[in-house]
């Protein structure tokens, strides 16, 4: 792993050395705001639904359609913007975000309430496909790139623990509007920092159009690229009809149900340690673990998660499994395909969207047309899929044996 240079060590390197904890900082909450604003209809899609008299499945448009663009933005505007100054770039997409939550916040009709997810979902793909990759230049010279990284990433975190389930918690006092008008207002804050505290960021090199399938020439992470998929539409298609679950079907009120999503943060945290340690012992093994994870939980929920203790163990094991997801999925990247990383990584966040947008839209089909044990039913056949490609198409595949220096 390489780690930033020091300015004793290199005092010509500027780019390396103007980062500071406040810069950091900036991007880390930025990161809370918009995965917040992301997943917050999670929380408050039966609000929404009842405010706008709509159904249920179509109320869960609004998770689909920032999916949607989001994942148009996160390949194709590192190519638009070329060498342009990546401070300018993170400062409008989190414009884009307050502007986005500020137009959702006062929406009047459901279609003005899609057209801000529409635009929200530019600042979510614009801003994961820039903010990780600029992790090493925004910090302090002396923190670790992974270090970086991983505060960046703290703020996905804190938005899954504390963002959506506080942001449902407030829609039961105040209405589902407040929660968006909060979110607006902290990403103003953020806008701020970043104007006083962001160091000029010019990228290394421009990404091209024919870099982008990088991560698809190697045999590894196709493989790797398929398992992920399969997975991740099994949870977005359920994950997103989970408060409509609680509700509908458990009977559940809103405190209980925003209680349970707390508890899926909270399980989210140690499913994401935990992957961080199997997965660099053999990533192969510790996804099929989260597959077995996800069938236990989609097998037990209709039965099990209508009673309140069943809800806790099956919702705890949820979000054990999908903390444990994503951290996987990039160790997978990074240990099988580490060349192509860099520039695959657009595309490789492109998919995450993809999933939420096919995984959200077709949930509100069954949704509208079934009911919520019919969805979670159905996407175990997605997990089937995903635990039979580990153990045949990816069969032997394990960790390459690496020596580390310290």
Known sequence: MEHTPSPEAH???????QGSWFAILAVAIAAFALVTSEFLPVGVLNSVATDLNISVGTAGLIITLPGVMAALAAPLLPIAVKQLDRRYVLILLT???VIANTITAFADSFHVLLLSR????????????????LSGKLAPAHLPIAKATAIVMAGVTFATVLGVPIGTWLSEFYGWRSAFGITAAIGLVVLVLQLIFLPKLKPDSAIHLRDLPALLREPKARSGMLIVLLIGLAHFCAYSYLAPFFKNIAGFDGTTISSLLLLYGI?????NAFAGYSGNLNVRYTLAFVGICFTIVFFGFPVFA????????LTALWGFAFGAFPTSANIWMFVHAPNAVEKGMPLFVGLFQVMIAIGSLLGGYVVDHFNENILIYGVISFVALALLSIFTLA??????KITCEN
């Open 11 to 17: 005092p010509t390197t500027v780019t390396q050395t």
């Open 95 to 97: 414009a884009i975000m």
């Open 118 to 133: 529409l635009v929200l979902g530019i600042s979510i793909g614009g801003f994961w496909a820039t903010a990780i990759a």
């Open 267 to 271: 399980a989210g945290i140690f499913g």
């Open 306 to 313: 209508i009673h309140e203790f069943g809800a806790i163990v």
């Open 395 to 400: 069969k032997g595949l394990n960790n390459p």
